[in-house]
């Protein structure tokens, strides 16, 4: 294995023979990996490390009480001028325009003709839209990457549209909000500058207030669009969190609502699990420190 | 209309011109209805008024402040013995003979043997397959009604067939999860004095133990089970409340149970929702003394 | 002491004699205060009685274990026809003119050109100042009454301008949040049907979303407002709740956002103490249901 | 059976045949037990009924749903100047001069002198030691009786005395703590007007600051006295609520402060529960309604 | 002082001097005690440290801040094949044999004979006695070594034995519920690795599952066990952890099972005294970091 | 810029280019900053990093990520010997002279004789007033320095002065409670030994009851103090945290007691606003380490 990496959490320890080895991450657009490196450490890192450099390595995987891990043979420094940051932000392996598509088909399918105009307004803004289909879904939390965004859109699209048959919703304003509750990270988030970050707007305003209200700039520019339909589907975004303590105004109290938001939990919980171990081998246990805040178990023969 | 039921919350109240009237609800295996009399009272309701009793009564269905009630001509007391009591018992109106079929459609297309045989003895054991068809999935929370747990199980188990192409999941597991998570109840509530009620051993060990003893004394009777899916199956039962203060000894950790937990948190709270707002005519809202806690909105024109 | 109030909480009950009387409270522009009557009793009183309802009484105060009330000689019904419901709202015995004059004033006196004219469009707008000066501060914790949300404001202006020399503040931003954080209540309540009560759009949306976005509508009409004032502005009216439980979608951040929220919890609180204290005597204990939580206790002295 | 009891909860309801009946709580210095009538009722409870008096009743004692209860074949009203309050007010059924006996034995035993000869002070002082005999251990959560904070004090010197030889303490200070922990109930709490009541002060203070301002004003009287003795003591006293949010200012930091929160949780609790089920009958289950908050048991067979 | 220990949070730091020097803890059988070491450092800890390892130190003990530290002159790597990982694990002072014969005198005292069958057939198992008897009580928060569990069932029973006389209880399921309650850490921790640690069973179902099951299985075994006697026990041995926070499907709900828990939750909170302050000189202050959350205490003569 | 300061949180770090680069915080009478070293490292801080040293320094100031740093070009350990520990103790710029004279006034000024004299006592006993004027208000939270609690009082003052203008209060009794609520952190805390620490009896007793135990030794030595204006005023003292979780054993119930608590709370969240932003720069974002819990942000322009 031969590869350049984004390294971080590095750190020098020594190993129960009192050996000292090299720790660190290694990311790059598929997400991250553990690895050590034995020997002779490069001298850089051999006082203290760098938060975050960017290295080419060399070296092979292998599995240490398990997790995957790269035992490292050889690694070097690349100078920042030599990278594009983006090489090394953790992207969706997902073809994006294949999941647009699937959004964008959905839009058309609306029967409300109010909520297709609107639908077909914000796909319209490119500027919008490319956002919409670049943004991470959050900075750490779950579909921390490139694209996440719409993978979340697009899972939450498909678990609605079951549940649409289950229960007796108003079909099109359940879908429309199951694509979109989370549209407010796309002026809540920075994705620019070789790293997820917050925006001053989104620290001040929060992903939820942004969202209506870009919804409602949308809304604005169609003459006509119901006053009570716009009222409702407001009420689906602010209230989409679930519970005041996690930023929602007001809780969910139509149906409609009420759904958006156990879809999205569902999906954003369940990220949760499948993020946090996919490095951890069958038999094994990831770390306590993840999002969902308890070691989770990958069974021998799942 | 005319017809008898089970009337609750009997109070005598006055009209804002002074004149009394009596406001009752009034229960049948169909679900409950608020009602009101004028006029000349029962002499029996006069002084005070009955915790419950079984009333015939004539009258019709009219609006009151966006909640549909019936609005009583007559109303006469039935004596106990002349009733049946299981016929003012909340009973689903679904076919259950029908949705106890697409369970068991669903147990016999498992693909683990192991989990399709414990499926099969428990589905055979007709005491206990009885027992499960006809079970309320609580005492008032949601789906409060004979037939009520079978509901809940069918809708769980169409969720969990979505997501089983959607997340990388054990699907036999997930579904053997999604259909019994709640099993317990079987042993913690009782229904078949008039009312559903909590067992002593329901109210000292709680359905989690009790569904988690009821299954694995099944496995016991089946040689060959492997040690790890009855442990993995386990913790899928006990962990299905989601938080240990839900009353689950330890919360969801595998992906299965994680997946469980949360589609049976969906179907319960979207219920609630559904079951609430029963008698709500659209644009209304109901009271705040419900499971969600908090007034819940009929829109309109959903 | 003769005059005619809204009667509300009315029962009957026995005193430590095992003689019957009335017990009820009586409502008007000035607030409310308890009352008892014996001897004969209003036959419309006599079974049960009605949750609500318009009287003419005659009677003379006392106090009773602390607490001023009213011994009633007389007591008639009033028939709802003949009465103007809005004589028996509560509402504040402030000169409402003078209150908003002295909000203009401060307006007029804010150095910001943007603020000032942002404050004097949204005064000029005659539709939305006349219910601003007549909404309640809210449906019943503090200043719920005609005139309350005109009362508060003034309390949090006069806190805010001495705040203003003690901390290093963006005075303008201050005063101007001090007034309207809690603008949204115009469209959360409504007060025109003889009783204070949410809006639909109150309860799905909530004060906090509803001002954020009444202010924004007038900014948007204001053409060359600066993005970063209109930022930290709507984060004032967003945040002042304080904590997310508390509906505030973001927590304060800015120096203003933290001091608006401040003032008025102080407000707010304060006048928890003094409305629940208004009929309690010298030396004696309120009740414990209050907005605060507790009995409060008004000195002898004091 | 013919006694006299205070009567309280009083209220009119009708049987399961729609047949009115009188139930009432019936408290004398024993205890309180639920009773019914049946039959021709007592006019004055008729229409409504008093919150509290003075009855003579006639009847017999019987199970219903696993309680005791009072079958009332007479009711007769006794006007308030005939009886003498204190014979109404729940009282301890042990010998109070042998558990204040118990309590300076302990005392005299002690073997630091400080503590030894501040225990005689307090004791020697007739009035405080009077009122520490008499006063209930609270208004109504455990040993709401005359002589329960006598009792409480005894139980916890008991359980004290045997911990003193599990675990590495201070002997001394434990058992003086443990006899005076709660000694600030007897400013707290007033019991010498027909019921348990909170003083103005202790609503103000609290046991908690008054017991530690109390022993400290003893400590003042006696030269000599250890100023790191006091501490160690006023420490015991002021944390034993065992956290904050149950109104101690700092948490046990000693490990006699920590064993007195201990035993003070140990014996109240248990007390909790021997009080709510003094009147269950074998395998009944008591009240929701309790200071454990949940229904209790009492076993079959125990 | 000469010895070997496991050296764990090994860190090199500088003094006040500046003058760098060895910072580690040492385990052996007996416990932990920090210490540190200046002059020429073993080139082994001079870049960076390991987390872990067997090490032969010469020191003499001193007191530092009002904690007992050990400064070390020498100091040498014992290679991992040249240690029992045993020697090295926390492990009771106390007589094993001894505490056990005390648990195993109680079972025979016993007056029910079904729970003293029960008892004696649990100790009869060897496999499991010897587990029970060399446990840790818990990972690390009380009793966390080996003969751990022990110490903690001996301690509870001699509490309950004393309590069984000041309360109205089920005295022999109150002694085997003290003894037993923990029993399911025998399989929740595991002790044989040089270090203890949580099993895949026991972070999937926790110790309050696998105790309840485990005497399930053994009453299995005992033909005519009365299932009401299965019953209480169960509900002592699952509600034992008090709150469904902690851990506990349902909280305690007989007097039985609240006397475990109490009991359980004194000896394990003073524990958590007794092992944080046992370096502490008289007058000193341990770390906030320990199981109760606070500094404790010391005082000077006690 | 050449100084002296405490240096504290030393540690070596990498640049991104993989240059390693010692960063520190200084600390001095002002306050505190961050630094940052290039190039050649003093030998001391090449391995591992003094907690805490005095250190004179060159260097210049510039910003980084919108807060401000120094850059270091030279650093010299000083000897603990060579410095006066109190020179760099952060301590109020205010002129400590002119506070304390403010809150005489105050003192002078009161209506109330007792508390007057009280007042006069107070501040005539040099030893404690000495104290109060040099105490910080607290250890870290905020206006943790020498003349903390002077200026916090101060303030406190300030705001009570305008209050008792807008709300029915006693105004002697608000003054009083505004500027002493905080007077047991002149026992509570200690400040002479070169940093702010918790005394013994600070951690055992608290500043609560330390404050109200600290007013009541004086008030005894003033005969005729009337019993209930020490009563409300120790209650003043003791519910000043406002809640119990936050170390008041009761809450305000007094309309002084609630405002001072508002009061101080108003004033010490601020502060940490304040405190929290010294050196970030417009545009910039604090930590999300502070006493408040979450980033704070300082606009552009204000």
Redesign the interface.
């Known amino acids: 294995m031969r590869a350049s990496f984004l390294a971080t959490e590095t750190?020098?320890?020594?190993?129960?023979?009192?050996v000292?080895y090299l720790s660190l991450k290694l990311v790059d657009r598929t997400g991250s990996v553990d690895a050590r490196m034995w020997g002779k450490l490069p001298e850089?890192?051999?006082?203290?490390?760098?938060?975050?450099?960017y290295v080419e390595v060399e070296g092979h995987t292998h599995e240490y009480r398990g997790t995957l891990q790269i035992k490292l043979d050889r690694l070097r420094?690349l100078?920042?001028e030599d990278v594009s940051e983006e090489d090394y932000l953790p992207t969706t392996e997902l073809d994006r325009r294949a999941l647009a598509a699937e959004l964008e088909h959905a839009g058309q399918e609306l029967q409300n003709e109010h909520l297709r105009n609107l639908f077909e307004t914000m796909v319209s803004d490119e500027e919008f839209w490319n956002a919409f289909c670049e943004a991470p879904a959050a900075k750490s939390m779950h579909h921390a990457r490139v694209g996440g965004l719409l993978e979340h859109a697009v899972?939450c699209l498909?678990?609605a549209r079951?549940?649409a048959d289950?229960?007796?919703?108003?079909r099109d304003?359940l879908i429309f909000g199951s694509i979109f509750h989370d549209v407010g990270k796309v002026h809540e988030l920075s994705w620019d500058k070789g790293a997820f970050a917050y925006t001053?707007?989104g620290?001040?305003?929060?992903h939820?207030?942004l969202g209506?209200?870009l919804v409602?700039s949308y809304i604005a520019t169609l003459p006509g669009f119901p006053e009570?339909l716009r009222?409702?589907l407001?009420?689906v975004l602010?209230s989409h969190q679930g519970e005041?303590?996690?930023?929602?105004?007001?809780?969910p109290?139509?149906?409609?609502a009420?759904?958006v938001h156990?879809?999205d939990?569902?999906d954003a919980?369940?990220a949760m699990?499948?993020e946090t171990?996919t490095n951890v081998s069958p038999?094994g246990?990831s770390h306590h420190e993840n999002p969902?805040g308890?070691?989770?178990?990958?069974?021998?023969?799942?």
Chains 1, 2, 3, 4, 5, 6 share one sequence.
């Open positions: 750190t020098v320890r020594n190993d129960s023979r009192g000292p850089e890192f051999l006082n203290e490390t760098p938060a975050q450099a420094l100078r920042p899972n498909r678990i079951e549940l289950l229960y007796p919703v108003d304003l001053t707007e620290r001040l305003l929060g939820v207030v209506e209200r409602s009570d009222l409702r407001s009420h602010i005041t303590e996690y930023g929602s105004p007001e809780r109290k139509t149906i409609e009420l759904l156990l879809i939990n569902l919980r369940t699990y499948v171990t038999g246990w969902l308890r070691a989770l178990y990958v069974p021998e023969d799942s």
